[in-house]
T-cell receptor
Framework: ETGVTQSPTHLIKTRGQQVTLRCSSQ?????VSWYQQALGQGPQFIFQ???????GRGNFPPRFSGLQFPNYSSELNVNALELDDSALYLC????????????FGPGTRLTVT | RKEVEQDPGPFNVPEGATVAFNCTYS??????FFWYRQDCRKEPKLLMS???SGNEDGRFTAQLNRASQYISLLIRDSKLSDSATYLC????????FGAGTRLTVKP
């Protein structure tokens, strides 16, 4: 296993609600990236955090936001949930400045009804 | 045009077969390249990095052609346990994934 953990495993929310997903990175890794994976698609990059700062963002609206803490764990927050936000949310940790190999957690499956 | 495009699949092959996956990418400034495998309802797992000189890991061989912006993965002597979705990944400032190619290896 990679040592990357995520919580919760599954979550059901209703449209308009807010959700917070959590990720603990692998020991020794200081960078966390978040991805959204819809059914049948590859993961789509949401954003990356390095040393508690956002370090790149994909094509996602501002209602997707995040945090990284001093211990390098991270949160993904999504406001005003929409039905299309239903997906598997993956976080991946890596060592910045390396070959960018990323190691994924098991994901949080979010269902918006 | 998608940034990373893969063979649509699915690939259904018998045990012992050799199977090849192809991938093209659009950003010529991409810096690093990977193949990940993803089992059903699981997270992607790093299979191998891909280097310009080509690299091999057991039954798996990856090739990169920067001029053609093309990446390949060859699996020899396929096993039942190789059944998964294979994701091509290209990195410049962030990781861009292809949609994946589903492989099923049958007895």
């Amino acid at each position: 296993e990679t040592g990357v953990t995520q919580s919760p495993t599954h979550l059901i929310k209703t449209r308009g609600q807010q959700v917070t997903l959590r990720c603990s990175s692998q020991s020794g890794h200081n960078t966390v990236s978040w991805y959204q994976q819809a059914l049948g698609q590859g993961p789509q990059f949401i954003f990356q955090y390095y040393r508690e700062e956002e370090n790149g963002r994909g094509n996602f609206p501002p209602r997707f936001s995040g945090l990284q803490f001093p211990n390098y764990s991270s949160e993904l927050n999504v406001n005003a949930l929409e039905l299309d936000d239903s997906a598997l949310y993956l976080c991946a940790s890596s060592v910045a400045g390396s070959s960018y190999e990323q190691y994924f957690g098991p994901g949080t499956r979010l269902t918006v009804t | 045009r998608k940034e990373v495009e893969q063979d649509p699949g699915p690939f259904n092959v018998p045990e012992g077969a050799t199977v090849a996956f192809n991938c093209t990418y659009s950003n010529s400034a991409s810096q690093s390249f990977f193949w990940y495998r993803q089992d059903c309802r699981k997270e992607p797992k790093l299979l191998m990095s891909v280097y310009s000189s080509g690299n091999e890991d057991g039954r798996f061989t990856a090739q990169l052609n920067r001029a053609s912006q093309y990446i390949s993965l060859l699996i020899r002597d396929s096993k039942l346990s190789d059944s998964a979705t294979y994701l091509c990944v290209v990195n410049k400032n962030d990781m861009r994934f292809g949609a994946g190619t589903r492989l099923t290896v049958k007895p």
